[in-house]
């Protein structure tokens, strides 16, 4: 444990010397934010890179580490170890009047606390097993353990797809080998998923608001913009009234029993009075997102690490008549850009739709200069040339060697997962009064001069190439899941998210009946999530992902079984083969089919298999198994029927409890 945050504070403070070379702006803790999640994830890369040729062990960790602490050679320059010296004197460093401080200290404070709250529960030890309080991360959790262990004990280098066997890992995957990791330095399993968690969240909720403050120079959007970023939600919570009135409880009781979520409500078909289609799908992203989707938790924080030089960069003018100053400005626009490009070009492996947008929304503002010439294209190529080249590789390790069908990736899907819904109804009801504030604060400056002063131009031009993703994701799918767009959509949320808030800070501004009106539609736009977030704090959902005899079974298999070998099991998304880390024939189908990949037929040959089928022995052999588990998972799965005669010709390597593993001869 100790190794482990001894590796996080040294791969920060590299990062964090680094914000020094380009940044004159933000406080000490952004700083260190954006250092631990660029450092975290420069380190990552350059230990898999390392891991590829030698494992992952102490001794890759440690030379991986060397090369991130160079930067800190940035300090022998008096002027910058003054800066530094500064921003730790006036630290915590927050914007604005002093009730506006309070009020930002207090808030973070809260919402800190929450995050740690939350992420204690998404995976815990008890009674010698592993757990989850998130009912969104019961599928999720067993394939990030899978690809951890992986990484630790299962020697997966180059990285297979572990439940399809065979076929590349095209999966973003650098926070998962992170976690492994901190797992490696001598963390247990669950603390090393607890200390990767907790940095991310600090780094996204120090980068959002510091991103907010540096697009509108606002300090109620900095402070708001984490409310509507992590209980986002539409009029779901008008369903709680007709849930309480049917559950003929006390109040207390039906509020710590809550029958379903109110921003991702689904049919419940044992429920006449339920919902007849799927018509709330935008989930909170704390409960729905950041807590289950590990790489899209390191993928907003890289990006908000990127935008801030980006939006610096963009911010500086170069029509100075002084050449000299002209001179000095461009080489700091360069050094900006150049800086953002670097941190844009980490995403590929960490976050792929991430990584898109941030390429598609730099193109966006790139060519209106690129038109305007004055050699803007130098100036551009110091963000694209860096980015690109870091991209290359991550993209040809992804790209090379799968199985997965790239055309499921693409299609045309109108209106999201809108359902039998028109788009439009749905979105009304899944945003609630969202996309109302936001339409009025995208028009109404181009068609009243007043507010033009309350929504600049400036803000509006920042935001609409993210805007443009928003309505790309209503048309277009990006993955075979078309739920999985959500995973750019949520870009476009999070750029409207200071536009709205512009509006309400006007209102706040007002007299009592503005103030009251700001915080009735900030309550409309986050009781949905607050609910749900309020529901998977008080714990009100508990799963067992792994029992202790799993567990013991998943860590007999690695020691009995050689890294990297096949073993065939039923394709059930928490078995306990997953546990070792080991590549297997064919895993869950629901993982698999997101993913790209045409599993039907190998799953059937894996029925065939297990029935003894008169192709059995071929299909061995054509799948290359090299041991066969026999447990709970493959005596109930559906669809599944065990030939014991066929599978006792086949010697027992080890048991553990109601667990065989037999070996292939």
């Known amino acids: ?328 400005r461009r080489h700091k626009r360069r050094t900006l850009l150049l800086a953002a490009g670097g941190i844009t070009g980490l995403l590929p492996l960490s976050h792929t739709h991430s990584a898109l947008v941030l390429l598609t929304v730099a193109a966006c503002y790139a060519l209106p200069e690129l038109r305007r010439g004055d050699r803007a294209w130098r100036d551009w190529l110091a963000f694209f040339l860096p980015a690109c080249l870091l991209m290359a590789p991550q993209g040809l390790m992804l790209l090379s060697g799968s199985d997965a069908h790239t055309v499921r990736f693409f299609g045309i899907e109108l209106g999201w997962d ?40 400036s803000v509006r031009r920042f935001c609409l190439p993210f805007l443009l993703w928003f309505l790309l994701g209503n048309v277009f799918r990006f993955a075979p899941w078309v739920w999985d767009n959500i995973k750019v959509l949520f870009y476009g949320y999070l750029a409207a998210i200071p536009l709205v808030l512009l509006l309400l800070a006007r209102l706040w501004r007002q007299r009592a009946l503005g103030k009251t009106t700001c915080l009735v539609l900030l309550l409309l736009m986050t009781l949905s999530g607050g609910i749900d977030v309020f529901r998977v704090a008080t714990r009100q959902f508990r799963q067992r992902i792994y029992s202790a005899e799993e567990i013991a079974y998943g860590e007999a298999v690695d020691r009995a079984v050689p890294p990297r070998s096949r073993i065939l099991h039923a394709p059930s998304a928490g078995n306990a083969v997953g546990y070792a880390g080991r590549r297997l024939i064919c895993g869950y189908g629901g993982h698999l089919w997101t993913h790209g990949f045409d599993h039907e037929p190998r799953q059937a040959d894996v029925f065939r298999i297990y029935a003894g089928a008169p192709d059995a022995d071929e299909l061995l052999r054509r799948y290359r198994v090299e041991y066969i588990t026999v447990g709970p998972p493959e005596r109930t799965q559906e669809g599944m029927s065990l030939n014991l005669a066929y599978l006792d010709r086949f010697p027992v390597v080890l048991s553990v409890g109601e667990y065989r593993l037999l070996k292939v001869r």
């Open 1 to 328: 444990m100790l190794n482990a945050l001894l590796l996080l504070s040294v791969v920060t403070l590299g990062g964090f010397a680094l914000t020094y070379l380009y940044d004159r702006e933000s406080p000490l803790l952004v700083r260190l934010a954006v250092g631990c999640v660029t450092g975290l994830t420069a380190h990552a890369l350059l230990a898999f890179a390392l891991a590829l040729r030698f494992g992952l062990n102490l001794t890759v960790i440690v030379v991986a580490a060397l090369p991130l602490l160079t930067p800190l050679l940035v300090f022998r320059d008096r002027r910058l170890r003054a800066r530094a010296a500064g921003d730790i004197r006036r630290l915590p460093h927050l914007r604005g009047r002093s009730r506006h401080r309070f009020a930002h200290l207090l808030l973070s404070l809260l919402l800190l606390a929450l995050l740690l709250h939350l992420f204690g529960g998404v995976v815990y030890a008890e009674n010698g097993g592993i757990h989850t309080n998130n009912h969104h991360n019961y599928g999720d959790l067993p394939w990030h353990i899978m690809l951890v262990r992986g990484f630790v004990v299962g020697g997966n280098y180059p990285p297979e797809h572990l439940q399809f066997a065979g076929s590349r890992l095209t999966y973003p995957y650098l926070c998962d080998f992170i976690t492994a990791e901190f797992n490696a330095c001598g963390a247990n399993l669950v603390a090393a998923f607890l200390i990767t968690n907790l940095a991310l969240a600090f780094c996204l909720l120090a980068l959002v608001q510091q991103w907010a403050f540096r697009l509108t120079r606002s300090p109620f959007v900095m402070m708001t913009t984490p409310l509507l970023l992590f209980f986002n939600g539409g009029w779901g919570w008008l369903m709680l009234f007709r849930d309480f009135r049917e559950s003929n409880r006390p109040l207390g009781q039906f509020l710590l029993n809550l029958p379903h979520d109110y921003t991702m409500a689904v049919p419940d078909e044992k429920n006449p009075h339920s919902l007849t289609e799927p018509l709330y799908r935008w989930g909170d992203s704390l409960t729905v997102l950041l807590t289950t989707q590990r790489s899209i938790l390191l993928g907003i924080p890289l990006a908000l690490a990127a935008l801030l030089p980006l939006q610096a960069a963009l911010r500086l003018r170069l029509d100075d008549t002084d050449e000299t100053t002209k001179a000095a």
């Open 418 to 457: 809108h359902g039998r819904d028109h788009p439009l109804v749905f979105w009304l009801r899944n945003t609630g009064p969202f996309l109302p504030l936001l339409l009025a604060a995208l028009l109404l400056p181009v068609f009243f001069r007043r507010f033009r002063s309350v929504v600049p131009d």
